[in-house]
């Protein structure tokens, strides 16, 4: 269970409705909710509110070359992110992470 889902969903919509936003931004925003997880209970966390994000939002992953949303599946997007978070083996810090943007922001 997730504590402040709402909360941590509304937080993280207001960084990626600003601007491209960064993986720690939602990592670090389920933490600072629920201090009590442990690394693997804050990856399958962060599975969730990605989940809703992308759902909900039509929140997408960003190719941060091209700056344009890639057109990735909900179930690749949730692989993508769980990859990385287990790569670092660590909550990401900036410069960590992968970005996330909503699909109608691309300017092209």
Known sequence: MVNNLNDIVS?????????????????????EENKE???LQL???????VTELVEKYNV???????????????EEIIRVVEKRLI????????????WFTIKSQSPF
């Open 37 to 39: 997880m442990d690394f």
């Open 11 to 31: 937080h993280s919509m207001a960084f990626i409705e600003d601007d491209y936003t960064e993986l720690w931004v939602i990592v670090n925003k389920i933490f």
């Open 60 to 74: 997408q992953l960003l190719d941060e070359e091209t700056q344009v949303p890639l057109t990735l599946k909900k």
């Open 43 to 49: 990856v399958k966390a962060t599975k969730l509110i």
């Open 87 to 98: 790569s670092l083996n660590k909550i990401p810090n900036i410069g960590d992470g992968i």
